[in-house]
């Protein structure tokens, strides 16, 4: 996992702003001083953490067992290209 520390920004950093109600940044403040972080240091580990789940669900595929031994046997053993899959890859772009 990259490094998120917001303690001493480097070269190579870069700047988020947001603009959020004062009820929001209460209750971050509130969380950030009861996991003894900053409130930078805790939006940005939150941030990234749920970033890298959104991420993770969005490219990862799930089959049934049904549907991955379909998929596995078409690997094994591919169908023989139709004449149409023939004359589109004749194709030029």
């Known amino acids: 996992?990259?490094?998120?520390?917001?303690r001493r920004p480097s070269a190579d950093s870069a700047r988020i702003n947001l603009r959020t109600s004062p009820e929001a940044k209460a209750l971050i403040e509130r969380a950030a001083a009861l996991m003894g972080t900053t409130m930078s240091g805790f939006m940005l580990q939150s941030a990234y953490e749920l970033a890298s789940q959104v991420v993770a669900e969005q490219e990862t595929l799930t089959l049934s067992d049904r549907d991955r031994d379909a998929f596995l046997a078409v690997l094994a053993n591919p169908p023989k290209p139709t004449q149409a899959l023939i004359d589109l890859l004749k194709l030029t772009a």
């Open 1 to 6: 996992m990259p490094s998120i520390s917001t």
